[in-house]
């Protein structure tokens, strides 16, 4: 069965408020065995916007859905013209500070490991080691007929062949690596299948509506199981696929702890919101564990 996507949600109006304060997400740092969750926030500072932040891209733009990508050849037309202009963008951003950061707080042992939402791989390209990419990655794309996987290096290269000369402009970018086009943007866009079989490719993500694998779900809740706090950043928490885990790991009795500028639907859970920009409190953090974040990074 495959989960009804959830694109929007409602703060109620019961939820504690954040603090400014970092120094409750230094003192879980200090203790070591902290579990990270990431969320498209703490991409926004690397020119990837949000979903449901101030000027996130759920106000223009509605997801592809599994349905919608599996159910006809237009839609999977949109899809490709989309992302395949999206993609350029995303080779091209690099880790923040707020990746650099977590990239250091691992390479110091305060870390059980880092599960992120995103799509981005930019947790890897910081330095991260061990990162479960709980809705996949862009940079792998699956056959849905024969299940082969090929570097999505690869389709840009076929799809520029097949389409030479696409470079429209697009009005923004999206989490997931979508580029806001028009339907006469998209035009004749021109898709290539599997080399190996014909069929259909798809990128190795997790659409809306589509659920995570099993496999990745239990390597995730056997992480919490193992840490002694999770710290949640960027993330509303709105989709359940990490909401879930937060709810696990108040219920095993370990301290959540969330950086996300904006009330979330696991704050209720939390011992402590930091609603401050994600750079800037996990740059303030590192300083106080006298630790030094890398100014270098290589494109994600």
Request: net charge neutral; aromatic share 6%.
């Amino acid at each position: 069965m495959r989960m009804r996507p959830t694109l929007s949600w409602t703060p109620a109006e019961d939820l504690p408020p954040g603090t400014s304060d970092p120094e409750p997400v230094a003192d879980a740092l200090r203790t070591g065995g902290v579990l990270v969750l990431s969320g498209a926030g703490i991409s926004t500072e690397s020119g990837i916007p949000d979903y449901r932040g101030v000027g996130g891209s759920l106000s223009r733009h509605t997801p592809m859905t599994y349905q919608d990508f599996t159910g006809g050849a237009q839609a999977r037309r949109r899809y490709w013209a989309r992302s395949h202009l999206g993609w350029r963008t995303f080779g091209r951003a690099l880790p923040n500070a707020g990746h650099r950061a977590v990239a250091a707080f691992g390479r110091h042992g305060l870390l059980q490991g880092v599960i992120t939402q995103n799509v981005d791989g930019l947790h890897q390209a910081a330095g991260s080691e061990g990162v479960v990419e709980l809705h996949g990655s862009l940079d792998r794309v699956v056959c849905l007929s024969c299940g082969a996987f090929s570097p999505r290096r690869e389709l840009a290269r076929r799809l520029e062949e097949a389409n030479p000369g696409y470079d429209p402009v697009a009005a923004g970018i999206n989490p997931d690596g979508d580029a806001d086009l028009t339907d006469e943007q998209v035009g004749d866009f021109h898709v290539v299948p599997c080399t190996i079989c014909g069929g259909v490719l798809k990128p190795d993500v997790v659409f809306f509506g589509e659920t995570v694998p099993p496999r990745r779900v239990a390597h995730c809740r056997e992480l919490v199981r193992e840490a002694t706090s999770l710290l949640v950043l960027g993330s509303s928490l709105t989709v359940m696929s990490g909401l879930r885990f937060v709810r696990q790991a108040a219920q095993e009795g370990k301290p959540v702890l969330i950086v996300n500028r904006d009330p979330t639907r696991g704050d209720r859970y939390a011992a402590t919101r930091v609603a401050l920009p994600l750079g800037t409190t996990l740059s303030a953090v590192a300083d106080r564990l006298g630790i030094t974040v890398d100014g270098e990074a290589t494109p994600g």
